[in-house]
């Protein structure tokens, strides 16, 4: 039996065990692959690593704090990885460790999924992190002819900026600043923390969304809880609204595709994955 896994800290909270569990279950393969949780402090990663194929391991994801801190330790990286300088995939083979990041595909996926093509468009995203980061490079690859990065520390909005400085302009996070650019976007994606369940910080006003044209849809990659005070404003103001389920689903169909080397029917595969949610 090969095992894959997550590996995190905290962990236990991952859905990817039920997801990849439940997609090899899909495939017939739950014979030849099982899939768990790791739960591997920051310092205690490069031992895991060099432990891991002893145990069986053929592959893993990583989450927080593990993306960036894989790069340096990866034999080889796919564009996406290099241009986020954050791994969430690794394959193992012949002693050699591949790292893979399927967070900007699995957003763009889930974002054409919900009928919205980003080629051409207008966009705001709310957030510099690492989401962010996946998102803005994927949204520039897809082609927005304008990017609006609003963030609350302004040294991180620009430095995501500087990826590509035509199409991408960093931004504040005040009221009036999200107003101004919401007026001018054809799609708003929040990528910050604000309105996940077991925090208490909340936008501080949400009038920006008044300002957002009537048809423009709103994105929030929050999946926890399934609609956020966000969602549920802008839904109430006639907006397409989606969660970061979508992403959720097909970033983990993308990287279980690097673990098998077989490419999954990735629409179909998200429906039956979202009936299991
Ligand atoms: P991160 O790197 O820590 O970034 C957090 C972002 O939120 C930063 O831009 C931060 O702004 C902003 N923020 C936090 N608290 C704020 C506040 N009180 N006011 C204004 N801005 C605030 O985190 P991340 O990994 O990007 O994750 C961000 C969100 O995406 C989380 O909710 C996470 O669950 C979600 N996510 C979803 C998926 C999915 O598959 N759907 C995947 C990855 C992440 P500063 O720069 O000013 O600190």
Same mark, same amino acid.
């Given at each position: 039996?090969?095992?894959?896994?997550?590996?995190?800290?905290?962990?236990?909270?991952?859905?990817?065990?039920?997801?990849?569990?439940?997609?090899?279950?899909?495939?017939?393969?739950?014979?030849?692959?099982?899939?768990?949780?790791?739960?591997?402090?920051?310092?205690?990663?490069?031992?895991?690593?060099?432990?891991?194929?002893?145990?069986?391991?053929?592959?893993?994801?990583?989450?927080?704090?593990?993306?960036?801190?894989?790069?340096?330790?990866?034999?080889?990286?796919?564009?996406?990885?290099?241009?986020?300088?954050?791994?969430?995939?690794?394959?193992?083979?012949?002693?050699?460790?591949?790292?893979?990041?399927?967070?900007?595909?699995?957003?763009?996926?889930?974002?054409?999924?919900?009928?919205?093509?980003?080629?051409?468009?207008?966009?705001?995203?709310?957030?510099?992190?690492?989401?962010?980061?996946?998102?803005?490079?994927?949204?520039?690859?897809?082609?927005?002819?304008?990017?609006?990065?609003?963030?609350?520390?302004?040294?991180?909005?620009?430095?995501?900026?500087?990826?590509?400085?035509?199409?991408?302009?960093?931004?504040?996070?005040?009221?009036?600043?999200?107003?101004?650019?919401?007026?001018?976007?054809?799609?708003?994606?929040?990528?910050?923390? *604000? &309105? $996940?369940?077991?925090?208490? +910080?909340? !936008?501080?006003?949400?009038? /920006?969304?008044?300002?957002?044209?009537? #048809? @423009? =849809?709103?994105?929030?990659?929050?999946?926890?809880?399934?609609?956020?005070?966000?969602?549920?404003?802008?839904?109430?103001?006639?907006?397409?609204?989606?969660?970061? *389920? &979508? $992403?959720?689903?097909?970033? +983990?169909? !993308?990287?279980?595709?690097? /673990?098998?080397?077989?490419?999954?029917? #990735? @629409? =179909?595969?998200?429906?039956?994955?979202?009936?299991?949610?």
């Amino acid at each position: 039996m090969k095992k894959l896994c997550v590996i995190g800290d905290p962990v236990l909270h991952s859905k990817s065990p039920l997801l990849h569990n439940a997609m090899l279950r899909e495939m017939a393969l739950d014979g030849d692959y099982t899939y768990d949780c790791q739960l591997v402090p920051a310092r205690d990663l490069k031992d895991w690593l060099a432990q891991a194929p002893h145990l069986g391991y053929v592959g893993f994801n990583a989450t927080m704090p593990h993306k960036e801190a894989l790069v340096p330790l990866m034999d080889g990286l796919d564009e996406d990885a290099k241009l986020y300088g954050a791994v969430n995939t690794v394959c193992m083979k012949d002693g050699k460790l591949y790292g893979y990041n399927t967070d900007g595909r699995g957003f763009l996926a889930s974002l054409e999924e919900g009928g919205f093509r980003a080629s051409g468009k207008r966009a705001v995203l709310l957030g510099a992190g690492g989401a962010a980061k996946a998102i803005a490079l994927k949204l520039v690859q897809a082609g927005v002819s304008a990017l609006t990065v609003c963030n609350r520390t302004a040294a991180k909005a620009a430095a995501l900026c500087a990826h590509a400085p035509g199409v991408m302009t960093p931004a504040g996070f005040d009221p009036d600043t999200l107003t101004r650019a919401a007026a001018e976007a054809d799609l708003l994606v929040n990528a910050t923390n *604000l &309105g $996940m369940a077991d925090t208490h +910080a909340q !936008f501080e006003s949400l009038s /920006f969304l008044e300002a957002l044209p009537a #048809a @423009a =849809p709103v994105y929030d990659v929050i999946y926890h809880p399934p609609e956020t005070e966000l969602l549920r404003r802008a839904r109430a103001l006639g907006h397409p609204a989606m969660n970061g *389920l &979508g $992403m959720l689903l097909y970033q +983990a169909i !993308f990287a279980l595709e690097h /673990f098998i080397g077989v490419e999954i029917p #990735a @629409a =179909p595969m998200a429906e039956k994955l979202k009936k299991l949610l």
